[in-house]
């Protein structure tokens, strides 16, 4: 794992289509709610005068994060917290923007010990903070088979969550519960079968799912949302960068939902869903990196950037 800022490659996904947005907003400080390896915080700094406080549950993470801006001085600070956790993290008032980029960071990726590759051979952990919750090796060994199927398809939308699921499932009843990434992969491939030809690891849907359910990603977006946009001044901007479409459905639905859009069913004679439009959606459509980023860093062509404006 990377020891210092210097050492870093992360390559920060639409960068300058953030700070553009964020420009717009009204206030002193922006709260980078996912700060990983400060990239969207290191552009702000540098192409506004806000203040930034970035979050992060990887203590790592917020090491090499706060080495890296710590030429910013007390522009910058550093909270170790999920950012599910906004409302008691971030004390701070006149906040102009909230960004969060939901990928999981190059370093988090490319570090063997944290489990979330299947390129690899490491403990089956797969948890953003590795002092909090079960691992993923626990997960699959403590869930019956119908709920880690269930897993499977919903988090990975994975076609053949069943058959997988009963694999897994024998090789704890077999006492032999899965350990590692390397077992967990090999166990995928023989159950579904690798096509010739295939660009894309038959385990891919696999660790997405189980990485998602570890850490309750789904869920602490949608708890996510309607915080920052509370905490955001009136003409404060929220800005959220996706990687996958479950991702990117929440945020859609929560910036229609809080664009006043009803969700009722067509046929309710009056609104009951409380629908208020707290929020005007800047990004009809998702902001999608250039054909440029796309070529020089491949881990940004599934990015979808999704703003929004707070009106009241």
Known sequence: MQSSSAEFTHQTVLRDEVVEYVRQGRGSTVIDATLGLGGHSEAILEATEFNVTGIDQDAAAIEIASERLARFGDRFQAVNANFGELGDAVVEADIAAIIADLGVSSMQLDDATRGFSFRTSAPLDMRMNKNEGMTAAELLQSSTEAEIADILYY???????RKIARWITEKNEAGEPLKTTDELAKLVER???????????PATRTFQAVRIAVNRELDVLREFIPAAVEKINPGGILA????????????????QRLSGKCSCPPRFPKCMCGAVKEIESLTKKPILPSEGEQEQNPRSRSAKLRVGRRLI
């Not at 988090?155 to 969550?161: L, P, Q, T, V």
């Not at 996706?242 to 929560?254: G, M, P, T, Y």
């Open 155 to 161: 988090y990975g939308e994975e076609r053949r969550s």
């Open 240 to 255: 959220i960068i996706s990687f996958h479409s479950l991702e990117d459905r929440i945020v859609k639905q929560a910036f």
């Open 191 to 201: 159950a579904i079968g690798k096509k010739p030809g295939d660009k894309i690891h």
